[in-house]
């Protein structure tokens, strides 16, 4: 019996159904290109015979009855035979398991994972049970392919596609031990945690939660895919790029003969995203085959590599660096740093590093030299990144105001779709804490059992205990960065289940929680490096900064502003309208003690000389809309005010759909807690994520100078001149892009790409240039376009790229995007590392550009 068996939500099958101890399903239950080969790929034509329809027809009967496993494989010889399709030798299916096993040697070479024993038990592969609810468990083959970068997973589902059996290491977002999802914490609670693990993934797609058969295989999963992970991150750019070719050529070559027919080429093409008329192709086929034996092998293929990554473009940018010398020299590459680069710490010294760091050629780097080979990998490092290395780290200033900051913020945290009737998870604040969110919103509701719950208030969104919440905010709070976190409260609950949330929140988040004011803090906000590793609660609260003392009442009624009256939903709107209009929210004491520096208030408008403002410690909350009028109406008093205050923006009540509003017009009016619905991508969430890329991606993003003056005089509504007022002049060449993404899966769909270069800011410098096409080739489209813009202030613009394949019928789709704020935005030749539509990075997608940065 399978160690499964006799687990709840197992269902037990008859044999030959698909359920058995073996370690790999039954030879027809596995596609044939998931595993050695067995037929002949110089199968006949499908042809519907007559004799094909009865075979067809027994071998599924035996596939959903019992019966003896050699009555089924005679079926399934007879399809076979219908189709006029030949089994192999055993000569010839040893050779290929031979071959499978070297490329996948190969391969775990390049990861640097040789004889690794857990890389070699995912290649192997095995049983798991996939566990999906309480009532649904069944066992599935799961195996790394030998391209060392593809898990294929057994699926039983009648219409399932060879593409939906696969997924990338590259889509993994963790690999977690234990019950750490919401599924296995649910459904799987009568099995040792050491035998359970999950992947979970960068996008929308569900979790697969997994019950090894004991925790070694348990372990050799996690730690193998671990392993794949972060070896394939710490690759270099041009071994990913021969890593994916290598990987394409070897599905190309059907027969694994470890020869290219000319067909196999165009089809190899074809996997790279670009098409090339037949004459074309043609030439450089011949051109490659000096054995003229009308197929590629070896160094044949090595030729043909190295023709098709070629770019005219370094070679270019080589020679006006290194004049007629096959090399670089120190000087001549310090001169390049310092005139193309516009490197500030361009000398000797760097020069140097960077051919330590990046020559491959062991003779050139001990004579400090830097060949074309060397000058590639320096372009497309880290180093040669349009966006700064030295921005890739925490640099600027922590010690100031927390007001003082725009900072990461997340709009009802908890949903993964829409506003109405989506699924709330715990999973979703994981997601927004690993992106660096620092401000989470918890709206919370009294549930069952006096547990507080999570959800959407008046709608029909799921729902989620709020202890469950806290414990995932404990444990990811601070991966992303060391600096604090804000949990925005909507209460909503009786006296009895807040004082069930304190408790929660105090054994919890223990010493995380800030729960009395900061030594020296208490006249003004402290700053991000005094509150590093500390938990905000921003909420309702009694009294002020200082608890309150004496033998008050354990509880008292303050306001109670709902942000969904706001919502334009009919049904939503009537259940509000239900409440009192004076509704009073009844708060208790031991939470409102929790509320430190972020006390909810409504806004009574901007202070004046005369009368007094909100206190240091108390925050307002606007919508989108109110945000937008004030800024028009009173954008400095906004700014000013936003100086001292923090300011919280929360998108209109009509996008029940979670759609986004732009983030930047409330960035230029100095509010800080700008909320987002993280869960939907698109252009807004690219600027939001590019904006917040910056200082080490740490949450926290310093204001400009001239935003965190009380004096200020700055209004984008109504520019002026004043100190912001820096004219430069921005030149962007898009020279050509490199191994962009197919968009439609279609083997035979090629990208015809086009780029569109935006500036976003004050609405002065907000402007737009679109490349023209270039027709069916993702693979190396050259563009060599020079666009100019003009940025008044430069502070607060960012630089969007974006890569659409282009339909002239129909809605252009989205290809890549990479957004980085101008000051941030390295000059030089530089390559732009594009990111996807839910703003994980494309293995190895790029634009290579020349930027310019003038007075």
Known sequence: MPFWSHLPGHQSRPPGTGFSSRPAPRAEDTPLWARPRLLDSSSAPLRLNSALLPALAGFWRLRRCPGP???????????????????????????????????????????????????????????????????????????????????????????????????SIEDIQEVRMGHRTEGLEKFARDVPEDRCFSIVFKDQRNTLDLIAPSPADAQHWVQGLRKIIHHSGSMDQQQKLRHWIHSCLRKADKNKDNKMSFKELQNFLKELNIQVDDSYARKIFRECDHSQTDSLEDEEIEAFYKMLTHRKEIDSTFAKAAGARETLSVDQLVAFLQHQQREEAAGPALALSLIERYEPNETAKAQRQMTKDGFLMYLLSADGSAFSLAHRRVYQDMGQPLSHYLVSSSHNTYLLEDQLTGPSSTEAYIRALCKGCRCLELDCWDGPNQEPVIYHGYTFTSKILFCDVLRAIRDYAFKASPYPVILSLENHCSLEQQQVMARHLRTILGPMLLDRPLDGATTSLPSPEQLKGKILLKGKKLGGLMPAGGEGSPEATVSDEDEAAEMEDEAVRSRVQHKAKEDKLRLVKELSDMVIYCKSVHFGGFSSSGTPGQAFYEMASFSENRALRLLQESGNSFVRHNVGHLSRIYPAGWRTDSSNYSPVDMWNGGCQIVALNFQTPGPEMDVYQGRFQDNGACGYVLKPAFLRDPNSTFNSCALAQGPWWTQKKLSVTVISGQQLPKVNKNKNSIVDPKVTVEIHGVGKDTASRQTPVVTNNGFNPWWDTEFEFEVVVPELALVRFVVEDYDASSKNDFIGQSTIPLSSLKQGYRHVHLLSKNGDQHPSATLFVKVSLQD
């Not at 468990?137 to 009648?158: A, G, H, N, P």
């Open 69 to 167: 496993g050699s009555r089924a494989a005679g079926a399934l010889r007879g399809i076979m035979q219908c189709l006029g399709v030949r089994r192999r030798s055993r000569s010839r299916e040893l050779y290929l398991q031979e071959q499978s096993l070297k490329v996948a040697a190969l391969n775990g070479q390049r990861l640097g994972l040789q004889d690794d024993k857990d890389l070699q038990a995912l290649l192997k592969g095995g049983q798991l049970l996939k566990v999906k609810s309480s009532s649904w468990r069944r066992e599935r083959f799961y195996k790394l392919q030998e391209d060392c970068k593809t898990i294929w997973q057994e699926s039983r589902k009648v219409m399932r596609t060879p593409e939906s059996q696969m997924f």
